[in-house]
């Protein structure tokens, strides 16, 4: 190896050939991959103190691109690093590996741009979705859909211009798709149906992220996490992940309690019935208690105190009327307050609340005999004289005949006796 070949610098900038040194090509493949790490890391320092600068501004705009910019542009220097390098390599060796170097630089460039778009686009659907950084914040579920479809956009693109770039025809690959796509549908239509069911929730937007929803068809209740493309995962209130497919909002009654703008107080009072003449005081009282309610909305919803029905046991007037809050936990505290309140209108009123009861008419002493079962226990010694009275005579009329039984045998026996000594004389 020839050490002094390096003594001459300018060699060292004359692009190699078959006949260079092998010395004097090494160097110069190591100095190009020294100056791509130099460069990298210099231009890392300085997108480091661009982006210092940068998040002391209010836009939003410059943070999502400066790091988006950061990996791609880093790549980027690496690719041209190596490729220089390797086609350096390709100018002083004979290796068909060498002969790919500018494909795959056109690859890897066209890799590079669709990260950095890819990254754009989620950077920017965060920003637009942040309170902090948007005045009116997107939807999550909008700016989840349109950047998912865009992400896919860029990744198609992507993908089709590869092949352009490695000789293939877009055209065919276009006609292969019409023709498999049909087989596909066939094989995949659930996984469609999901996807279509997917476009929809996006579109007609019956639920987001965050909101409280419930099927009375199906047992769907709870909190929404997160929807995907196939299924949206449900947190039911017990805490149970719960997976449903999207093809089935396409088909099922689906209710969003969270989109409601009140909740309403829908109960009945039971007073006694010796209070009945009360009963207009009382509910002239809640009705005015209600209608100074803070948390009560009653100009815009309906309002309604009024004498109901009759009870087994009671007389029942209810109230109906809606909380201007849709919080679950502020919605109880209103309630109790207003039913602890009705219960002191009550008692204001002197009345009292009515519990089961039942009166039980117990008849006089005086109303009945003394000794009630006398004429019970006469009439059983009467009859009971009777049946003995019957028995004897039963068993009199069962002797007698025994004993004319008896007597005709005898007169038979007597008067076989004669006819044999008759008969003997």
């Given amino acids: 190896m020839n050490w002094q070949a390096l003594t001459d610098w300018q060699q060292l900038l004359v692009w190699p050939g078959p006949e260079t040194e092998t010395v004097l090509w090494v160097s110069q493949v190591f100095a190009v991959v020294f100056c791509t790490v130099t460069v990298n890391f210099v231009l890392m320092r300085v997108i480091d103190i661009v982006d210092h600068f940068s998040r002391e501004t209010h836009n939003l705009w410059d943070d999502a691109l400066l790091d988006s910019l950061r990996i791609p542009i880093r790549l980027s220097i690496w690719v041209v690093g190596l490729s220089v390098a390797a086609e350096m390599m390709q100018a002083v060796s004979e290796a068909t590996v060498f002969d790919y170097v500018g494909d795959v630089r056109r690859v890897a460039f066209i890799l590079i741009i669709g990260l950095f778009l890819t990254k754009l686009i989620s950077n920017v659907e965060k920003n637009l979705v942040n309170p902090d950084r948007m005045r009116n914040p997107m939807d999550q579920t909008t700016a989840s859909a349109v950047g998912k479809l865009l992400r896919i956009s860029v990744l198609i693109t992507a993908f089709l211009i590869i092949l352009q770039t490695l000789g293939y025809s877009i055209s065919g690959v276009l006609a292969f798709g019409g023709l498999g796509g049909m087989a596909v549908a066939f094989a995949a239509k659930d996984l469609l149906a999901n996807f279509f069911g997917g476009m929809m929730v996006y579109m007609d937007k019956p639920f987001k992220v965050g909101e409280w929803v419930c099927s009375p068809d199906r047992s769907i209740e709870g909190t929404v996490e997160h929807i995907g493309w196939r299924l949206t995962r449900i947190r039911t209130f017990d805490q149970r992940p719960l997976y449903v497919p999207n093809a089935m909002f396409t088909t099922i009654i689906l209710e969003n309690p969270s989109r409601m703008l009140n909740r309403r107080i829908n109960e009945k009072v039971g007073v006694r019935f010796d209070d009945w003449e009360k009963m207009p005081a009382i509910v002239d009282a809640v009705r005015e208690m209600a209608k100074q309610h803070k948390d009560l909305e009653t100009d815009y ?4 105190v009024n004498f109901d029905s009759y009870g087994s046991s009671h007389i029942e007037f209810f109230i109906y009327t809606f909380t201007k809050t849709t919080d679950w936990v502020t919605y109880h505290e209103i309630k109790q307050d207003v039913l602890m309140k009705i219960m002191a209108i009550v008692h204001e009123q002197g009345a009292e609340f009515a519990f089961p009861t039942r009166t039980l008419y117990m008849a006089a ?39 004319d039984r008896k007597q005709t045998w005898k007169g038979q026996q007597d008067q076989s006796e004669e006819d044999g000594d008759a008969d003997g004389d």
């Fill in 301 to 304: 919803r309906t309002l309604i």
């Fill in 365 to 403: 002493s005086n109303d009945v005999d003394e000794n009630p079962n006398q004429d019970d226990d006469q009439d059983d010694q009467q009859e009971a004289a009777e049946g003995r009275a019957a028995q004897q005579r039963s068993r009199r009329r069962q002797g007698g005949n025994r004993r």
